[in-house]
């Protein structure tokens, strides 16, 4: 990646975090500032984006389990939502080039079904990094929003693969066998340990299901994201995830400088990608009927419906390849990469406040709700203990474990992951399903009894969340949270938060009282 590059992506990067909007808005503002200023992107430009979404839908699969794609809610409300999208987008087109409206006008109805297919996909560039941000990947909405991305992954390769004319090799069957050496892959990565040869392993099984797909003609991205679903069950498959996170992020950033580097805008071009945006309405109320209507939560259906209220770097592969093909004009893939960025940028704005919204008109909200409740929905009430560990990870699990050495049963743990909380009631731990980040979650429990709640959760942002639903549903005990920087010390206490510990610090003194406590207890 050249310097110029890099500075302008950090420059505007920053500019954008300083206006508490998210670097890559600030990343695509880098990439048409630097082709308005006459540079060019260079094939290393493109191999970058290339690797970064290869790892992360590699990532996304190690994070995924085959049975949230079966779900009736995730299957079939991707595919009929996509149906709908296409009919709907298909009609407003057409009514767009009866009343004369530039390049509109030039659309045949197959290349209109061309632009109304590329629209319909939603972001997984833009989706993932906002749940992962958020710490939102392993909550209800996060996950059903990660489940209709891969379904409309897997019709965008589908797609690929036919309008390319790249029919799979026959030697593609050959790719079951890989079904049979699963437990000598798993014995290779029990062997790695935990140092440097861990992001190296995923690196090696990421590019390489991408180039072994690609060798049998089909789309490389689909065997990264498989390859990930076919780990997603070993032990070492989160170390692997945290150990890629900062490569995936820096090699996306090459994703999104490429979008401003695919041609230069006019203001009427622009003018034609904020009507097209003009449909992420019409995107969001179809997701938030069809997920009604399938008995989800209506805050579920809420908060997934406005993560997917945006357009796809898909699209812009479907109209990339559709130039190719002379079926669009190539003013027509600058209008969408257009669209696509304004999508990113009232997204990543309208998702930062959909957790407050939610809580102010919920009510209003609520009223779309069904009666009927799928069983995943269903909450148990938790049991009358005086504290909750929220986040059940091993800084969650060492607070209720030190609890629970104190007094037994004075805790009990709270998780959004199902799977988790499954494996914990096993292990006879007082653990439940929930998800802190819900008004309706607090308000279905009796908060009498609760005198503290520990937030052990990774990200500062959900402390500000589940700090503003608890104040919310009239929550009078302490709260207690954990931060790794002083400055995430000092917002969380003055968002009201009764006591925040330094995670760095409190390791060291934890681990100092425990070693001077075997030396005294010789003497």
Known sequence: ??????????????????????????????????????????DNLQSLADLGITLMLFMIGLKLNIKDLTKTEVWLGSLS????????TLVFIKLLAIFA??????????????????????????????????????????????????????????????????????YAFALLGLFLIKPLLKKLIDQVGHGELIPLTGFFIAIGSYELFELVHIKGDLGALLAG???????K??????????????????????????ALPTWQMLGMAAILFLLTPLKFILFFSLFN?????????????????????????????????????????????????????????????AHSFFTENKNMINKYERSERLSEDVFIQPC???????????????????????????????????????????????AYFGDAEDINFWESINLDNLKLVLLAVPSVQDCFNITAQLQAANYQGKIAAIARFDDERIALEEYGIDKV?????EAGVGFADESMAMITAKN
């Open 293 to 353: 209507v399938l008995k989800l939560r209506s805050r579920t259906s809420f908060l997934a419906s406005l993560s997917l209220s945006n357009f796809s770097e898909f699209g812009l592969i479907v109209a990339a390849i559709s130039v190719q093909a002379g079926w669009l004009s190539t003013q027509w893939l600058v209008i969408l990469s257009l669209a696509v960025t304004i999508s990113f940028i009232f997204t990543n704005v309208a998702y930062k406040y």
């Open 101 to 170: 409206i530039p390049y509109f006008t030039d659309l045949s109805y197959f290349s209109a079904a061309i632009v109304a297919f590329a629209l319909s996909f939603s972001s997984t560039v833009c989706v993932v990094k906002l749940m992962e941000e958020n710490g939102e990947m392993k909550t209800r909405h996060g996950k059903l929003a990660v489940g209709i991305l891969v379904i409309q992954d897997i019709v965008a390769v589908l797609f690929l693969v036919a309008a390319t004319g790249k029919t799979p090799s026959i």
């Open 237 to 262: 498959a989160s170390e692997i995830t945290k150990s890629l996170l900062s490569f995936k992020d820096l090699f996306l950033i090459g994703f999104f400088l490429s979008i401003g580097f695919a």
């Open 81 to 88: 939502h996509s149906i709908i999208w296409i009919v709907a």
């Open 384 to 430: 009358d203990a005086p504290i909750v560990v929220i986040g059940m990870g091993r800084v969650g699990m060492g607070a209720y474990h030190a609890l629970d050495a104190q007094k037994s049963n004075q805790a009990w743990g709270l998780d959004a992951d199902p799977k988790k909380i499954k494996w914990l009631n096993s292990q006879g731990k007082q």
């Open 1 to 42: 990646m050249e310097f110029i590059w890099i500075l302008f992506a950090f420059a505007l990067g920053l500019a954008a975090k300083i206006f508490t909007l998210p670097p890559s808005i600030g990343y695509l503002a880098a990439g048409f500032t630097l082709h308005f200023l006459g540079f060019e992107a260079s």
């Open 501 to 505: 510990f330094n995670f760095y610090n």
């Open 229 to 235: 679903m076919y780990l997603a069950s070993h032990p």
